[in-house]
């Protein structure tokens, strides 16, 4: 409802109602109030001093990941919506992170459990679909590593990984490293190709510009890494230099002062996705540590229970701290560089109709 006002033979309510349930609308006061109500439909025509609310429409699992995308801000009306790229990456990122599969059929079986005993609980059922898709994250990733409750899976069942060990440090750490940065270089990309639309939607092309310019500065820091690592002739470094200065400048031309600060900071950004290969060592370690110290226990029953208890303290440890890092990915390096904050939550005016009918 945007505002109302009535005479002694008129009341004139105006407001938003998604197109879709206009017609929804009309009939709900048809039948409650007959002729005496007459509903004008202005289209998108705009309000002077208002814009629309904001209402999506996501499908029931990516609506579970509404309150977190929320936490950044609610998006400007007619711009993107960060809720599905975080409901596809941000399972993603925790299950890289903890990648164990005993671990992710752990986690499920608590769920179901869980679930079976509160069907009702509004938290369960916001946090269940989640929680799901972060255990089915858990357990791909545990088989490509071929990780279940650190080497026990390798050593019971004699599987090697498909991809490679993450138990070898000397390798292991450059490998996930690189896939690290190269995940931050994708999504920090991807939100900037993003911004750029997002502020053409707007009508704001001076940010637009601005960056565009930082998506380009970030691309010739690619092609000059790709080029020092042999991939690209070494010739192409002076012309990405001499582009990555142009990009800068026109940074600043468009954004001032912060162009040129957000060009070293998208590269902050990027380097920050480190935190992805940082706590899967951390986790890896720590369910050697399990695994090994179980085995040195001087009965089998001690060395299960010590296995239990250090593999329980790694999966909840695993579980947070990728959770809060895969989030803060998603809100601090990603997010701000597309979405549009200032719009309105949609509060629709039927529950109040619906309390005074």
């Known amino acids: ?68 995308s929320r936490f950044a801000a609610v998006p ?87 991809l490679f060990d993450r138990a070898e440090p000397e390798s292991a750490i450059i490998i996930m490293l690189a896939i690290a ?50 991939l690209l002739p070494t010739e192409v470094i002076a012309i990405a230099v001499s582009a990555l200065i142009g990009a800068t400048v026109i940074a600043g031309l468009s954004m001032g002062i912060a162009g040129p600060v957000e060009m070293i900071g998208v590269m902050g950004n990027v380097l920050s996705y480190a935190r992805l290969m940082a706590v899967a060592f951390a986790g890896v370690m720590l369910a050697l540590v399990a695994d090994r110290l179980g085995a040195l226990m001087p009965s089998v029953f001690f060395g299960v229970l010590v296995a239990i208890v250090l593999h329980s303290l790694n999966l909840a440890l695993g579980i947070f701290d990728a959770s809060i890092q895969g989030l803060r990915l998603h809100l601090v390096e990603f997010v701000t560089k597309f979405v549009e904050p200032g719009g309105t939550p949609d509060a629709p005016f039927t529950s109040v109709l619906g309390a005074h009918s």
Do not use: C, K
């Open 1 to 68: 409802l945007h505002q109302a006002t009535h005479s002694d033979h008129l009341t004139v309510f105006t407001g938003w109602v998604p197109a879709s349930e206009l017609e929804g609308l009309r009939a709900s006061l048809a039948e409650g109030l007959g002729e005496r109500i007459i509903v004008v439909d202005h289209g998108d025509a705009p309000i002077p001093g208002q814009e629309p609310p904001v209402a999506v429409t996501n499908g029931p699992l990516v609506r579970s990941f509404e309150p977190l």
């Open 76 to 162: 400007r009306y007619g711009t993107i919506d960060p809720t599905p790229l975080l409901a596809l990456t941000f399972p993603a990122f925790v299950g890289l992170m903890i990648a164990d599969a005993g671990y992710g059929i752990v986690l499920l079986a608590l769920l179901l459990v869980l679930r079976g005993r509160m069907m009702r609980s509004p938290v369960l059922r916001q946090v269940w679909p989640i929680g799901l898709t972060m255990a089915m994250s858990m357990i791909f990733f545990g088989v490509l590593f071929a990780e279940a409750f650190g080497e026990t899976a390798q050593h019971l069942f004699h599987v090697e990984p498909i």
């Open 181 to 230: 940065i190269s995940i931050g270089f994708a999504q920090v990309g991807l939100g900037l190709g993003l911004g750029v639309w997002n502020s053409y939607q707007v009508d704001n092309r001076r940010e637009a510009v601005g960056r565009a310019a930082l998506l380009v500065g970030l691309l010739t820091v690619v092609v000059m890494i790709a080029a020092a690592a042999g």
